[in-house]
């Protein structure tokens, strides 16, 4: 009987690294469509929309009277964050914001502009 020598062939190793690489890429393009659809408007009327999501759209309108505290986080991997406190303890945290410390400091100014419009000063917050 002749001996057959049954060789192994690495290539098909090649397909199962494609897949893995196309897969590991799926979780980033997520997140990168959800930062697109991430948006943030302020009304005319003293509020903030902030609107998010990718299949379910999520529409939050923030008014700017109530907002007790607003501060920043800027992460160096991902990014910086607004932080929003409002007078009744809430806390609201606003992704994917580019110089948030700066944003902070000029919703600071609208909020003391729209308390000022709505006649509402800190300590009847308090």
């Known amino acids: ?31 990168a469509i959800n930062i697109y659809l991430t948006k943030y408007e302020l009304q005319s009327n003293g509020t903030l929309l902030h609107k998010s999501g990718v299949i379910r759209q999520r529409y939050t309108n923030i008014d700017l009277y109530r907002v007790k505290n607003a501060s920043a986080e800027i992460n160096l991997i991902s990014g910086g964050k607004l932080i929003l406190t409002n007078s009744d303890g809430s806390i609201q945290v606003l992704p994917y914001i580019k110089n948030a410390d700066q944003i902070a400091n000029v919703i600071r100014g609208l909020v003391n502009e729209q308390r000022k419009e709505q006649g509402v000063s800190l300590i009847e917050m308090l």
């Open 1 to 31: 009987m002749n001996n057959i020598d049954v060789q192994k062939d690495w290539r098909a190793v090649i397909p199962s690294l494609l897949w893995s690489w196309i897969l590991a890429w799926i979780p980033s393009i997520i997140i």
